[in-house]
Structures are given as C-alpha cells and as structure tokens.
C-alpha cells in the first residue's frame, strides 16, 4: 500500500501552496510607430513593424 495522508489537508493550506499559480498580464507598450498597444520585445500586429523594419505585412493590407 502506498503513502497516504494521515488528515485532510484544510481548504486555507491548500489555497496557501496555490497563491502563485495566478496567470500575470502581459506587460504592454505603445508601438512606436502606429501607437497601438502591443506586447514588449515583439512584432506589432497591427503595422507589422518591430524596431523600425517592416517584419510582417500590416493587418489592414491582407
């Protein structure tokens, strides 16, 4: 037989272990060169741009 809890582990001790399970937010920035909101350190969905060169095609010409 294999290891088991000598007494219920209480719901506080429990929530306790899981105080940082919570997902975070991702940290947004304008983009410098259309202003939208974006991610940090990634390519702009919206113009497509990341440090000033053209990456992807900007959303509104597809």
């Known amino acids: ?7 219920k582990i ?14 975070s ?3 947004l920035v ?3 060169d259309c202003g939208e909101m974006k991610r940090a350190h990634r390519v702009c ?3 497509g741009k990341y440090n ?5 095609p900007a959303a509104d010409e597809e």
Not at 1 to 7: I, S, T
Not at 12 to 18: C, H, L, S, T
């Open 10 to 23: 209480s719901k506080a001790r429990r929530d306790k272990r899981r105080t940082h399970d919570a997902l």
């Open 30 to 32: 304008p983009c410098p």
């Open 1 to 7: 037989m294999g290891a088991v809890p000598k007494r």
């Open 45 to 47: 969905p919206s113009c």
């Open 52 to 56: 000033g060169r053209q990456i992807l």
């Open 25 to 27: 937010l991702y940290h």
